[in-house]
Structure formats: C-alpha cells, structure tokens
C-alpha cells in the first residue's frame, strides 16, 4: 500500500474567486467556493502534485446565519462569525448548502464531486464530528434521529439521556446575550463546560453529546454492557456517507468519547467497506481525554488507521520559535509503537500558516519545506497538506471572527489571496502566482514524488543525529559545542532501496562542508559509504540520495 497523501481541502474557501474580502462579510460580499467549482481540471492537478485523498473540510451542514427555502438562518446567538462553524453540526445527513450552486440539489451535487474525485484517481474523505453538534441541530433529512427528543431534563447525566443537562434553573447566557430556548434547562457545551455563562472561547454554539458515560468522572469504561442509543446513531451516520461514496473520514476531537465506542463503531463500518480509512484528531496531553493511558494509543487500539501526531509539530515549530534543536526530534523516532500509524502536518485549519510574519519565528514560507521534509519523511505514517500551504499563503489581516490570528478563518465567507492566483480564474494552473510561490509549489511536487517510492510506506528509519552530535562537521555553527542544532538528517531504507535525507532548517544560513557519519550498523545493512560529504546545503533546504545507487555507481 503506498503512503498516504493528504489534501485538505476547506470546500468555502478553495475555489472561491471572490476578492473583496471584507471582514465578517456576508456570503454576498465574500462569495463562497462551490462543490461544483472543484472540476475534474482542479482534482488532476491536486492528483499530479502526488496526493492520494482529499479531505473536503466543512462539507456536513452546520449552523449559518445565511437563509435558504425551507431552511432559516440560525439564531446569530449560536453562529460564529457569519458563515459559522463546520463543527457545529446541525444535520449529520445533510450537506451545507452554502456550498451549493442550486441549494435544493446539494447532496446531488456533492454526490458528482464525489464521482470525479474517484474518476481524477484520488479518494474523498470527510469530517465526522462525534463529540458535539450545534444548539439548533434538527435533522430534516431524518428527523428520527435528531437528538434529545426523549431526554430528562432534570438531571445532569443519565445513560438513557443523549445530552447533559445543567443543574438549578438559571438562563443561559452566551457571549452575546441570553438563549431563551434553554432558559432553565441549559445544555453542557462541547468542550465539557458545564456553565449557564460559557464564554467566547468555549465551544458555546455546540452542545455535548452522552454516549452513556459520564465524562465527569474521568475514563470511560472499556466495556458497556448495553449500547446507548446514541451510538447507534453515529453507526447510521457513518454508514450514510459509505453509501454515498465517502471512503475516509477524519474524526474530529477523537479522544473526547469513549473507546469503546470506537471499536464498536470502527468494527461495523468495516464491514461495510473493509478499505475505509479513518484517522483522528487526538491529544494525549488533553485532560479531557477519555482514558487513563496514552489516547493515541488507545485510539490506534480501537481500530484507527492513524491519529495526529501533534508532538511532532510541537517539537518542529519550536525550533524556530522556543529553542529547541533538531536532535529533539529523535524523541519521535524512539515511540516505535506509534512511529509509522502517526498524521502528520506542518498546517492545518487549526493551526498557524507558516508564512504569518507572527508565528514560526516570522521566517516566512520557506520554513514550511524544512519542516514537511522531516515530518513526512521519518514514518510510513499519512501525511497531510493544507490547501494555500504550496503557495505561501500568510493568512494576513483580520478575517472576522477571530480577528489577526494567523490561521486562515473557518468562520467566515472568506477567500485566500494566495490561493485565489492559483486557482487563476479556475483554470488551476497558477497563472497569476510569482516565481517564488511557482518555485514552492514545485518543491512541494519533487516532495511528494519523492514520497511515493516504495521505501517511504515500506522501509524502516535510521535517525542519524545521535551518531553525528559530537562531529563538528555535522552543520555545526560558531559558538556552539554540540551539532544538530538546525541539521537533521536520516535513512530510510529497504532491502532494495536505500534513501537518505539531510535537511537544513536554519532559516537564513548555507551549511557549507558538512560531513555526516553513518554508523557501522547501518553500513552492514545497506552497505554504503561510511561519510558523506556536502558542500553546501541552503537555507532551508532539503538534500536527498538513493545510497545503493551511489553505492553502485562509485564501484
């Protein structure tokens, strides 16, 4: 199986051409990107960059302040920004039709994106969001399945019940005033906040879903001796989309519902579609976290292909922005249980854009291609890039909701103004891009080729960085007594191929006359050269050689 290649996609901004950009503008303002706007042109240039799937974020329908026929706009008390969030669910069976040309023939029009992504030779996943849906979520496709109907209000939690109910009768007042529909019976918000005044940094416009454990309590049991209803609702959930065509799905704050739940749910999914690949957003440092031991872990244990590797980032932006240096990273390639079944990103819509002048030591784009060499190169594991992050795109400016914050807005009717030059009037070919951002892109195009050889899904990694800390040739610079501050270099290799990399993350400094040792263990494996040698390597720059190949080519 090759590796997996990521595009996310966030299907409201990714083929929106609308250029006015005003701050928590309305969708007539700002426009908004269209399922029908991702032609088979745009999915074989997505293809020809090298992914294998596309993750179309955003694409369940959730709460909006934009009104359709027969489907109001939400109450401006439960919507952030104008657009509001995708993970506030409001109808787990239907499809946002702001994302639609004809909003009556949504789900038709999702359907043949789905068609010509399989046809462009890429598979089509989706978000599931399993913790938490909108405070207006009312299914209209399948009313029968909407939550809470049945429930008590009168206590906090039961295991019959599908939400968690606040005690003593109070009104619930969110940030922007009181929500008289919950007055006196007010409901836990996603994020576990179990307050009649969440604040604007919870998850206010979601509620809490019960999957018959208190989550109060700490760690969900391993075995339920009933299933709840709730989920058996989330198994007709997943298996819609199968039958839609959906072949992946991204699991939204995984670690926050029981394991158990998982593996039920992962088990009948399967037996639907055997290939179905799932992965989760998942921390282990999250106290909310619904196990005692490693959620990664456990995740991985209940039937997940893969799960964020959120260390790893950690550790990689840190060396540009806390001081850490690239011999941290072996951390990584020590957790061998989890090493080859780890996502990894160097973007995504929650976190920063490399080219915010604010984040990543505000070094600018160019940081982004040392961090994805490392991160992609060390497992057999996915791995992911965020639409706009090929051609430099800064997030620049205040978008609405959340101001200046250096990501690119999933709140808010927006487009990117780097993106905008590729899609170059959805002729997806970069037409109005500049040298530099048509030089990136292509960078990130040898990245990924490189990636689809067989020793990147197949071969074991070799760290070199512990056996180079103590020669000075190893990239080191003045002043320092120890290398591997900003080289990192690796192998990765098979009985029939052997490729190793050296990357450069110092932002603005040539490593000239580097020298890296391979060690007599791995030299028996692969039979190589024991030194090689650079002359230069640039800033930010990323070398790589087929070692048995210069081994042949130098008898």
């Given amino acids: 199986m090759p590796k997996i290649r990521l595009y996310q996609l966030f299907v409201r901004y990714f083929s929106n051409t609308v250029e006015s950009r005003v701050a928590g503008g309305s969708m007539e303002q700002n426009g908004c990107g269209k399922f ?50 995708p993970y506030a669910i409001k109808d787990y069976f239907d499809v946002c039709p702001d994302l639609a040309e004809n909003a009556e023939k949504r789900l038709e029009e999702f359907k043949a994106l789905l068609e010509r992504t399989k046809k462009a030779g890429l598979l089509a996943v989706i978000d599931f969001v399993p913790n938490h849906v909108a405070r207006s979520y009312e299914s209209d496709v399948r009313p029968e399945t909407s939550f809470g109907k049945e429930d008590r209000t009168d206590v906090f939690f039961t295991p019959d019940n599908q939400f968690f109910y606040l005690e003593d009768e109070q009104h619930l007042m969110l ?25 604007r940094n919870d998850w206010y416009e979601t509620v809490k879903l019960n999957y018959g454990h208190d989550y109060t309590q700490g760690a969900a049991p391993e075995v339920f001796e009933e299933i709840p209803d709730t989920w058996h609702r989330m198994n007709e959930v997943f298996a819609y989309w199968q039958g839609l065509g959906v072949q992946g799905f991204r699991c939204d704050m995984a670690h926050m519902v029981p394991m158990a739940f998982w593996k039920w749910m992962i088990t009948h999914a399967r037996e639907r579609d055997k290939d179905l690949y799932i992965f989760g957003e ?90 994805s060499a490392i991160l992609f190169g060390i497992g057999k594991g996915p791995v992911m890039l965020y639409s706009g992050q090929e051609v430099a795109e800064a997030a620049m400016g205040a978008e609405g909701f959340c101001d200046d914050n250096g990501r690119s807005t999933i709140f808010d009717y927006w487009s990117l103004p780097e993106l905008c030059k590729w899609v170059n009037a959805y002729q997806f070919d970069g037409g109005r891009l500049d040298n530099y951002q048509k030089n990136l892109r292509e960078w990130y195009v040898a990245l990924f080729t490189l990636l689809s050889k067989p020793v990147f899904a197949e071969g074991r990694v070799y760290g070199l960085n512990h056996f180079n ?8 610079l003045e ?77």
């Fill in 36 to 85: 029908n706007e991702i032609s088979d042109l745009a999915l074989e240039s997505i293809r020809a960059m090298g992914f294998t799937h596309v993750w179309y974020t955003g694409v369940i329908e959730h709460a909006s302040s934009t009104a359709y026929p027969k489907r109001p706009a939400d109450d401006p008390l439960l919507v952030k920004g104008k657009a509001g969030s």
């Fill in 175 to 199: 940030p922007g005033g009181e929500y008289l529909p919950e007055r006196g019976k007010g409901r836990v918000t996603g994020n576990n906040s179990s307050t009649w005044q969440p604040s």
């Fill in 282 to 371: 998942a921390y282990d440092s999250d106290p909310m976290k619904l196990t005692q031991g490693n959620v990664l872990q456990a995740l991985l244990d209940a039937g997940f292909d893969a799960v964020y590797d959120a260390e790893s980032y950690d550790i990689v932006k840190g060396i540009y922005e806390s001081g850490k240096w690239a011999n941290d990273i072996d951390a990584v390639l020590m957790d061998e249980s989890r090493l080859d079944r780890m996502l990894r990103y160097v973007e995504n819509h929650d976190e920063v854009r490399v080219a915010h002048p604010k984040h990543w030591g505000g070094w600018g784009a160019s940081v982004g291609k040392a961090a």
């Fill in 469 to 476: 800390r103590e020669n000075e040739k190893f990239g080191r």
């Fill in 479 to 555: 002043g320092e007594n120890c290398s591997g501050h900003w080289l990192y270099a690796f192998v990765r290799y098979t009985e029939k191929e052997a490729i190793v990399m050296v990357i450069n993350l110092h932002p603005t400094k040539h490593l000239r006359n580097v020298e890296v040792h391979i060690p007599d263990a791995l030299v028996e494996k692969i039979h190589c050269e024991k030194h090689l040698m650079f002359n230069k390597i640039e800033p930010c720059g990323l070398f790589f050689d087929d070692l048995l190949k210069s081994q042949e080519a130098s008898k």
